[in-house]
């Protein structure tokens, strides 16, 4: 199995890329993110990979970080979701965004991807739990359910995670939620 690419980056053209390992070259499906993040045409590139075998092709698919590489593994392990579908989730959303909405249990964000229907988002959101491991810091601003609550409500409101973590962050540990989405507005309101 190829594990690891390293080489130059000969093409670009999304969601594919051409990278050249001492003239050979390997054709690598990769998310958006991984995309926008490559280094110009002619430069050395890195990436890790999951190489697919099926009964008509071999496909290469690459990432720039180990926690995108496992957070796809975990993706195509569900029934009825394929690699190019997880392809998807991955480019529409970064995988602290996806272990966010598995930990909050947040449907409406995986709605938001293409491909990715009403059923589909809650099977990934029941077989996703406790698997993407801690959504990079958020789960340690939610202490309670309450808390949970309140950051739904922002995020419902259109605020972002960032500014919604940031109001969290103010408030006091045992508010309630209806004072805590009140107080965190008012806080909101000021910046």
Do not use: W
């Not at 926008?36 to 890195?46: A, C, F, R, T």
């Not at 008509?56 to 690459?62: R, T, W």
């Not at 990715?116 to 809650?122: D, L, R, V, Y």
């Amino acid at each position: 199995m190829i594990g690891k690419l390293t080489g130059t980056l000969s093409d670009k053209n999304p969601p594919q890329v051409l990278v050249d390992c001492n003239g050979v070259g390997y054709d690598v499906q990769v998310p958006m993110s991984t995309f926008y993040n490559l280094p110009d045409l002619g430069e050395k590139v890195s990436l890790l990979t999951h190489f697919v075998v099926r009964e008509d092709a071999q496909i290469l698919y690459g990432f720039s970080s180990a926690q995108e590489r496992e957070a796809f593994r975990q993706l195509i392990k569900i029934s009825g979701v394929g690699p190019r579908t997880a392809l998807s989730v991955l480019s529409g959303m970064s995988v602290g965004e996806l272990a966010q909405a598995v930990t909050l249990q947040e449907a409406g964000r995986l709605i938001k991807v293409p491909g990715i229907g009403k059923k589909t988002a809650e099977r990934l959101l029941l077989e996703l739990k406790g698997k993407l491991g801690p959504d990079l810091g958020l789960s340690a601003n939610v202490s309670s359910a309450a808390q949970a609550d309140i950051l739904q409500a922002l995020l419902a409101l259109g605020y972002s995670d960032k500014e919604a973590a940031l109001a969290l962050k103010a408030l006091p540990t045992d508010v309630g939620v209806s004072d805590g989405i009140k107080l965190a507005l008012k806080a909101l309101s000021r910046v």
